[in-house]
């Protein structure tokens, strides 16, 4: 595929970094995605290969033996893995294309660093909120119970620590990095020409206020009610069918891409996972290019994006039975 619209409203099964490679230069108008962590895993080799062994139908471990230890040279190796993936990025995005990464609270620094090094602008970081999370905290009852002491001054080392665990508290919060390419002459010379670059301050959030790098969950009070308000995805967002263990939610991406593009504009995805990214901009009138490397996500993204098209034409009113 040589011709830019030979990408356009895809989904390719394939090696991000590989596929990506094969894109032509500057066609893009905006990147959003959710890169995989791998954080969480067992070896430090930033491969797929060992984590999926553990967990075939997902690409971050959820369930660990106790005591695992995380190592900083994880960070460093996603760090290295990253920092190619940036780069293709950068090629294939337009001059002042904006580029929307969602990442975690221990990886951020390593994540802005990879695509700044890459030649990004790092133009702000935002923050969306939530309450739906599990705390991740781990008692150490079961350390304890492998030292060699006698069952009495076990339990009483129990009791003496039974409020402090690891230092891990319940996450409520995601970074967003909002990186740009370098744009070509001024601000409004780029848009003029690329129609990117800038962020359309229409797109009001809550009480007809600007837009805000604070994304907050809703419910949570009504002073709150100034700024976007976006929960988790429910059951009936994402499909009983969907297993993928990190699904956004579309309101949020749907948010991101009227911020920085315009109709008809070109979403890319690198991991698209599940397809959030792909609804999204059909949502909003754009196009999208998915890649994923794990077919039963392509799968799943393929389904949601029948199940919108089944959607749309029964909201128009056309029979497709």
């Not at 959820?62 to 996603?78: A, N, S």
């Not at 950068?90 to 580029?99: A, D, E, S, T």
């Not at 994402?238 to 593009?261: S, Y």
Request: glycine share 6%; hydrophobic share 40%.
């Amino acid at each position: 595929m040589n011709e830019p619209t030979e990408w356009i409203d895809r989904l390719i099964c394939g090696d991000a970094l590989q596929v990506l490679r094969k894109m032509p230069s500057e066609f893009v108008d905006a990147v959003l995605t959710d890169p995989p962590y791998f954080y969480d895993k067992l070896d430090n080799e930033w491969k797929l290969e060992r984590v999926e062994k553990r967990l075939p139908s997902q690409r971050v471990v959820k369930h660990l033996p106790p005591g695992m230890k995380f190592d900083p040279e994880q960070g460093r190796q996603f760090y290295r893995w990253f920092l190619r993936v940036a780069q293709e990025l950068l090629r294939v995005l337009k001059p002042g294309g904006l580029f929307f990464c969602f990442s975690s609270p221990r990886l951020y620094h390593r994540l802005a660093a990879a695509v700044e090094d890459a030649g990004f602008w790092v133009r702000d970081c935002f923050i969306w909120l939530y309450l739906q999370s599990q705390p991740k905290a781990m008692g150490l009852h079961h350390f304890i119970d492998r030292l060699p002491l006698s069952d009495e001054a076990k339990q009483q080392l129990k009791e003496q620590l039974s409020h402090w665990k690891t230092p891990q508290v319940k996450s409520c919060y995601e970074p967003i990095l909002v990186a740009q390419k370098p744009y070509e002459g001024t601000f409004l010379e780029n848009m003029l020409k690329h129609q990117v670059g800038l962020f359309n301050m229409q797109v009001r959030v809550g009480d007809n206020m600007y837009p805000a790098n604070v994304l907050l969950v809703d419910g949570i009070n009504e002073v709150m009610d100034k700024y976007f308000l976006v929960p988790k995805p429910m059951v009936q967002e994402k499909g009983e069918f969907n297993d993928h263990p990190a699904v956004k939610p579309i309101a949020l991406c749907e948010h991101l891409i009227r911020l920085a593009t315009v109709e008809g504009a070109i979403i890319l995805d690198p991991f698209v996972g599940s397809g959030t990214t792909a609804i999204a901009a059909k949502n909003t009138s754009r196009h999208f290019i998915g890649i994923d490397i794990n077919p039963d996500y392509i799968a799943i993204a393929q389904r949601r994006l029948r199940e919108w098209r089944l959607n749309l034409f029964e909201q128009v009113g056309i029979s497709v039975s």
